[in-house]
């Protein structure tokens, strides 16, 4: 029987999506306008660290930089600087840019045209992290001890200049070649350092490699031809997401930690009980030795994730990672106050530019940290900026969602009848169908019929409908 042929691209006009969300792209007219005249508010007061030897790490081509790193290893452990974009500064509270920023809660990203937060002239120019430019930061000091745990820390304004700007892939070959920029030399031993105690807190990470859509490289930009491929996470990704994380756990100890408790968090329920008691009965069905007294987040990190019987068990654990969400601090302490997948209390403030949250949430350490008292359009605004970002999230998981449903339609639709190679993620049930996880093109679909969990075997694609965004496949294949 025919496998398939190698499928590497297909036409796609995600125009449909964005309609489809109501999403606009372009900016009003007068928040542009302030955008494009935005003058810092505290340029007279600031640090002057320009003298610190920042970098920042973000993916190929991004302009939007939200931070700037420099981390050295010192006779007790370790100083972190982390220099985060000061959007607050820049953007009048009761302005229209304010306004409409709120209306839009983060950025939106489509494989063609990103819908940014904020115009481009601000994120991706006069506010941007880019390098050899004086910036206008909220900087963090962090110092850590020989275990990478945080004993001071605060954050003040500050100008900043960061010195280049660097890409994750790059970062692993410099790190794989014993090369890496003076800046972040101490990285690799700081990140794995972090992540052991990410572990001993309960974190559960996942490490699936991520499944993406990108421009065919033999586009010509008028065809608009796309293709899926999968971006493997390498161990730069994990040490630089480690520097965010403890920022963020920073920050939530200095809303929580004052008399008068003032903070936006973001927050995820402990996960149920009998989801880990199922979790621990499809490991021991895959052959995967689990004892009691290992936590999840410490049997998913040592599996390999190539294998099958790992690819079926991070799936799984997705729904150990549910509920998450924004919470408002004030005063009383809410019912949770933890992050279950992080294993601590949480806040985002190192995305300014892409997220809402982070600017009122940096704010609120500012203060704190300055002894000054939180401004007034911060404490007025937290529950409009959480609902705001409840709003957005919702948004962007589901646009992601249906820009690789859209992608995985237009790729497949001309192979209707073919046979694929699959591994089988979750087997069916009372009310689902199975899923199945294709490696070349990389897709996740439904697959009817009982294939077994964990199992290598062939399918046959049945369906493939872009005008319902529908990818399904049969199993047996014959």
């Not at 640090?47 to 939200?66: K, M, N, Q």
């Not at 009761?94 to 709120?102: F, I, K, T, V, W």
């Not at 850590?144 to 692993?172: N, T």
């Not at 997401?241 to 963020?248: D, I, N, P, R």
Request: aromatic share 6%; with cysteine.
């Amino acid at each position: 029987m025919e496998l398939h042929q190698r499928i590497v691209s297909a036409p796609v006009d995600f125009g449909v999506v964005r309609t489809e969300f109501g999403l606009a792209s372009e900016y009003p007219a007068e928040a542009v306008s302030e955008a494009r005249d935005a003058v810092d508010a505290f340029a007279g007061s600031r640090a002057d660290r320009t003298d610190i030897p920042f970098v920042t790490i973000d993916p190929p081509g991004a302009l939007d930089l939200d931070q700037a790193l420099y981390l050295e290893r010192t006779s007790s452990g370790f100083l972190l600087r982390y220099a985060i974009a000061d959007v607050a500064a820049v953007i009048a509270p009761d302005g229209p840019l304010a306004r409409e920023s709120h209306a839009r809660g983060e950025t939106f990203y489509l494989p063609d045209l990103n819908v940014p937060l904020h115009p481009t002239v601000l994120s991706e120019g006069s506010a941007s992290l880019l390098p050899d430019q004086d910036r206008p930061a909220a900087l963090w000091t962090i110092e850590c001890d020989e275990a990478g745990e945080p004993q001071r820390f605060s954050v003040e304004r500050a100008l900043v200049r960061s010195r280049a700007r660097l890409d994750y892939a790059a970062v692993q070959a410099d790190a794989d070649a014993g090369r890496l920029h003076p800046s972040i030399a101490a990285l690799p031993e700081f990140g794995r350092l972090r992540i052991e105690a990410g572990l001993d807190r309960g974190a559960i990470g996942l490490r699936l490699p991520e499944q993406t859509v990108v421009r065919d490289e033999h586009d010509d930009g008028v065809t608009r031809n796309w293709q899926l491929v999968l971006e493997p996470r390498t161990a730069a990704d994990d040490w630089n997401e480690q520097v965010s994380l403890l920022t963020g756990i920073c920050a939530a100890r200095i809303m929580l930690d004052d008399g008068d408790r003032l903070g936006l968090l973001r927050t995820m329920p402990a996960p149920q009980q009998p989801a880990i008691d199922s979790m621990r009965r499809t490991a021991a069905a895959l052959g995967v030795h689990w004892p009691a007294e290992v936590s999840v987040g410490r049997m998913l990190a040592g599996l390999d994730p190539t294998t099958p019987a790992a690819l079926v068990l991070m799936s799984e654990a997705t729904g150990l990672l549910r509920g998450a969400t924004y919470t408002v601090v004030d005063g009383e302490l809410p019912n949770i106050v933890q992050h279950s997948g992080i294993g601590a209390p949480y806040a985002h403030v190192t995305a300014p530019l892409r997220r809402l949250a982070d600017r009122y949430a940096t704010e609120i350490c500012l203060a704190r940290c300055a002894g000054t008292p939180v401004p007034r359009w911060v404490r007025t605004g937290l529950a409009e900026a959480a609902e705001a970002m409840r709003r957005g999230d919702g948004v962007a998981g589901k646009l992601e969602r249906a820009c690789l449903d859209l992608t995985e339609s237009m790729v497949l639709a001309s192979r209707v009848g073919s046979v694929f190679r699959a591994v089988v993620v979750r087997e069916a049930n009372g009310s689902r169908p199975a899923e199945i996880f294709v490696a070349d093109p990389p897709v996740v679909a439904k697959c009817v019929g009982s294939p077994p969990e964990g199992w290598r075997v062939r399918v046959r694609l049945v369906e493939s409908e872009p005008a319902t965004r529908t990818v399904t496949f049969a199993f047996p294949a014959d």
